[in-house]
């Protein structure tokens, strides 16, 4: 299994990132919370991995901080939570403020991210209350938020995220303006999405 990858960052493609090491590339998918700290391409990483194996798939996913990488991991043991929703609660929300409000039992604030519905944001207070307890974000030393990709890429970033096409376009072009970079797009369609 692979648990952890040091190497120079090839590209960045929200939400996937390439990631040479050794002379493999590796292709990873992340949230957005570890795209905005990744420093720019061509400088060294270091990502924390999860790899996933299905009967037809492999896919290999990449965090920064460690509690992202937990986090992630326990959203899947909540019935009917796969990577796709686990990535988009890490991109939506904060760790902290994701056991903020599940502690707090906050449904409605948890359905607001994209393909958590009522019952699942209830089954994720239920079963994650006692494990996000701890929850700490941790933010990489001299890590700064760096993109230069233009608007289409960042409605492409949000489907990726569970948002249909026309959705990712509305959210994208609502809040995009002139000079913006796709995380920043991103971010704030997430933000506007999410009622902050």
């Known amino acids: 299994m692979i648990g952890r990858l040091r190497g120079i960052l090839v590209a960045k493609r929200p939400p996937w990132v390439l990631v040479e090491v050794g002379g493999v590339g590796y292709e990873l998918e ?14 060294e ?15 290999l ?28 609660v890490l991109s939506g929300v904060s760790t902290s403020e994701f056991a903020r409000l599940v502690q707090g039992g906050d449904v409605a604030a948890l359905t607001r991210i994209p393909g ?30 760096v993109a230069r990709d233009p608007r289409s890429e960042a409605e492409a970033a ?18 995009a303006a002139d000079g913006d970079d796709a995380e920043t797009i991103i971010r704030k369609a997430l933000r506007a999405a999410l009622g902050r």
């Open 116 to 145: 958590i519905g009522k019952k699942t944001a209830e089954r994720i207070v239920v079963e994650l209350r006692d494990r996000v307890g701890n929850v700490v974000a941790a933010v990489p030393a001299g890590a700064t938020p």
């Open 30 to 43: 992340v949230p957005m919370s570890t795209l905005y700290d990744l420093p720019d391409a061509g400088k």
């Open 45 to 59: 990483v270091i990502l924390l991995t999860h790899y996933a194996h299905k009967e037809d798939t492999v896919a």
């Open 61 to 88: 996913y990449g965090f920064l901080r460690d509690d992202e990488r937990s986090l992630f991991r326990d959203l899947q043991k909540v019935s009917g939570i796969g990577a796709r929703i686990a990535l988009a």
């Open 158 to 175: 949000l489907q990726q995220l569970g948002y249909k096409q026309a959705e990712a376009a509305r959210l994208a072009a609502a809040v």
